[in-house]
């Protein structure tokens, strides 16, 4: 898939407005699926990953975790690249922000506009 065409998808993903509650569950449900897939018990993710089983229960139904938790589940099921991938490419939702994005990209820190820059 091209550059633009992935930009352009995530700009349209930008568009369903879920809230994190809602995405969390999708994460949720869909690491459940892959364990499923992949014939393996929550004892058994619990035992490869280092978390505790009552965490991978809670997280399975209600979309709670910690990062690292999540982290390493991601791992214990092989989806490293996936979950180190997350903030990987730049996103945008506006031409303005891409411009943004391009004009900042190098930067180490962010910068707040100073009033005499907002004027310009």
Not at 6 to 31: Q, V
Not at 90 to 101: C, D, G, V
Request: charged fraction near 30%.
């Amino acid at each position: 898939m091209r550059e633009d065409t992935a930009n352009i998808l995530s700009m349209i993903d930008n568009f369903t407005l879920e809230s994190g509650e809602d995405i969390a569950i999708a994460i949720a449900d869909d690491f459940r699926k892959r364990r499923i897939e992949k014939n393996l018990t929550r004892e058994m993710v619990a035992n490869q990953s280092g978390v505790p089983l009552s965490n991978l229960s809670r997280f399975e139904q209600k979309g709670l975790i910690s990062l690292k938790n999540l982290i390493s589940l991601a791992v214990a099921l092989g989806y490293t690249s996936e979950i180190k991938g997350i903030f990987s490419r730049p996103k945008y939702s506006t031409m303005e922000e891409l411009t943004a994005i391009r004009r900042n990209a190098g930067r180490k820190t962010a910068h707040q506009k100073r009033k005499t820059d907002a004027k310009d």
